[in-house]
Structure formats: C-alpha cells, structure tokens
C-alpha cells in the first residue's frame, strides 16, 4: 500500500517538476505546453472546463479581430439625424446596450450611444428635448489585423466596451465588443435578452430559419421532416463541421441534402449559430403540413 502512495506520489511530482519547467521557461513550444495541460487534464488535475478556457487565452494572442468581428452587413446601427420616437424600436427590438451612429452611409460612424443614456429622457412628468448630440461618445476604431489579447488589454484599460472595425483604406469593416473577445475565452455567454434555451429553431420566413448549431439531430429531423443521420455526430452544428471537412468561418455555406447551411457564427474551435435555408424543393413545415394526403 506504502509503494502505490510512494509509485503514485512520484507520478504526481514527476508532472509537477514538468509543469514547473514550463512555467520557468520550458517547454519550447506552444504544443508542447499544451500536452502537458491535457495530460494534467487527463490525471484530473484540471477539469476540462479550465482546459477549454486554458486554450482558448493561448488562441486569443494569435488571432486577430477580422476572425471574429461582426461584419458591417450586420451591425445594428442608428442615424445621426434620427428622432427618438425612431430610435427606440432599434434599442427595443436587438436588445443591445451600445450602438454605433452612423452618417450619411454605414462607412462614416460618428459616435456610439449607449441604450442607458436615453433613460434620461423618459424622467419625469415631463421629457427633455431629445438631441443626439448630448449623449454622443466618441468611437474607438481600430484595424482588422489587431490581435485580440491587444484588443482585450485596451478594453479594460479605456473601459469601452465596443470597437469599430476599419479596412487599410478607413472604410468601416465592422465591429467587435469585449463578450465577444470573452467568447472565445470561455464560450458563448447567455444573457437574458438572448433566445431561450430551449428553443433551438427559430422561423424568420416559410424558406429562413436559424438554427443552433447545439440543436440535436434527432429533434432537427422531427421539425423538418429530414432524415440526417445521427450516427456520426448528435449536434446538426457537428454535422455540418463534418460535412465541411474543417471548422468552417462565419459566413461560409455548404449544401446538405435539402438544405443550405451558412455559419452565422463561429469561434476557433466551434460552430454557434447557423442560417438555413431551404431549397425550392423543399417545403416549409407548415406548408407540409398543411398538403394533400
């Protein structure tokens, strides 16, 4: 009994002298610093969600904002000459807490807003005159080349929270904000505005659809009628990963069967959100539904 503890205590020291050498300057490689992480994982000396979080501060410092930005096709934005009365549906409707202003076109962002900041204006029996210029702040921009361990240490120096994405030639590429710096640190992170947890299909038109990539297989096949194999992976985002061959980027597409799949979302080791659509061939379940027997 003596000689497990003395065997087991030898094993225990013998990682800890290796994990002490890559603390001290060893080991000479990222990959190798990963090994021994895994393998402490494996002695249960990290769990796995402190692996997961471990890896993805050593895959923030070698990626860049382009990677990760949300492209200016999707940025919630408001107009420098808008009213109130037309803000508030936008503020309402994205539940965001910062939006970018914009001019007279997407490519010139003037300011940022913060949704708080029209609280002010709601005090009282009686409201002030609204002028956006009150409660205008200044942007931060920044390049798309940008690391993201850079970008996170600005953050939380300047305390912004938001960052307008420009190309070499000025022009407005995007933005990228702190969660989703976090995100890649410890996955996706699920307010109380975002979609409940339990819906994993959401239906914009009879041919829209975004899907979570999470969304089992099994209950995937129930609402479209398909018939994916499940054999293989339990998640459609699983499926999909391996229909592409890779860990596809946001904005990629690739044809299923019935179905056009297009990566709304993703981070450097997962699927998060995906559009589908349906080809012209395909009927949308409630018109299935609804057809001849």
């Known amino acids: 009994m003596n000689e497990r503890r003395e065997d087991h205590g030898t094993v225990q020291r013998t990682w800890l002298e290796r994990l002490g050498q890559a603390l001290s300057g060893e080991p000479k490689s990222r990959q190798e610093l990963l090994e021994i992480l895994r393998e402490a994982q494996q002695r249960h000396l990290l769990d796995a969600d402190a692996l997961a979080m471990i890896e993805g501060v050593l895959e923030v410092s070698e990626m860049q904002v382009r990677e990760i930005m949300i492209p200016r096709a999707q940025m919630v934005v408001v107009e420098r000459d808008a009213t109130l009365e037309e803000i508030l549906p936008v503020v309402t409707e994205?539940?965001?807490?910062?939006?970018?202003?914009?001019g007279d076109s997407k490519d010139e962002v003037v300011g940022i807003i913060l949704a708080k900041d029209l609280l002010a204006y709601f005090q009282g029996d009686r409201r002030r005159s609204f002028n956006m210029r009150d409660i205008l702040r200044p942007a931060v921009?920044?390049?798309?080349?940008?690391?993201?361990?850079v970008l996170l240490k600005e953050f939380r120096a300047s305390r912004n929270h938001m960052a307008i994405v420009v190309d070499e030639y000025g022009g407005v590429d995007g933005l990228v904000t702190i969660e989703d710096v976090l995100e890649q640190i410890v996955g996706e992170i699920v307010d109380?505005?975002?979609?409940?947890?339990?819906i994993y299909i959401m239906k914009h038109s009879e041919h829209e659809?975004?899907?979570?990539a999470r969304t089992p297989i099994e209950e995937f096949n129930e609402y479209f009628g398909s018939d994916l194999s499940d054999e293989e992976c339990d998640t459609i985002g699983g499926h999909v990963m391996r229909q592409f061959g890779h860990?596809?980027?946001?904005?990629?597409?690739?044809?299923?069967?019935?179905?056009?799949?297009?990566?709304?979302?993703?981070?450097?080791?997962?699927?998060?959100?995906l559009q589908l659509i349906l080809k012209d061939e395909v009927q949308a379940p409630a018109a299935r539904r609804a057809a001849p027997q």
């Open 94 to 102: 994205s539940a965001h807490s910062r939006f970018p202003v914009v």
């Open 141 to 149: 921009f920044i390049p798309e080349s940008k690391r993201l361990n």
């Open 192 to 198: 109380e505005h975002d979609v409940e947890e339990e």
């Open 209 to 212: 659809y975004t899907v979570k």
């Open 247 to 273: 860990l596809p980027k946001r904005g990629e597409a690739i044809d299923i069967g019935q179905f056009r799949f297009k990566v709304l979302h993703a981070d450097s080791r997962r699927i998060n959100l």
